[in-house]
């Protein structure tokens, strides 16, 4: 391993900030907040969503109402999309009105 090209591994302290639960761990990341736990000094790094309180690990999924969502884009933008398909469609009644003005 070359020297001086690593980052600094520390000891560290991240905690659930919505439980309060520490995970006690080594870490690259940086705090200047630190907390002396067993007699040793810690970093200490607040987290939003551990293991502790993830949705899937805690059987607490939030299922998404896609179809409602899809209905809700359709309405305020179905007009004004146009994809492959209904460029082809667009373009062959365009064809179709260019070559009924020409006979």
Request: without cysteine; charged residues 30%; glycine residues 8%.
């Amino acid at each position: 391993m070359r020297q001086g090209i690593h980052p600094e591994y520390r000891k560290t302290v991240f905690i659930d900030a919505n439980t309060g639960k520490e995970y006690l761990t080594r870490s690259t990341k940086v705090s200047n907040e630190k907390r002396t736990i067993n007699g040793e000094e810690y970093q200490v790094i607040s987290l939003e969503i551990t293991a502790d309180t993830h949705p899937f690990w805690t059987g607490k999924m939030h299922h998404l109402d896609t179809a409602g969502r899809i209905d809700r884009f359709n309405k305020r933008f179905g007009g004004q999309i146009v994809g492959a398909k209904r460029k082809t469609v667009r373009k062959a009644a365009t064809a179709t009105e260019d070559s009924g003005e020409e006979s």
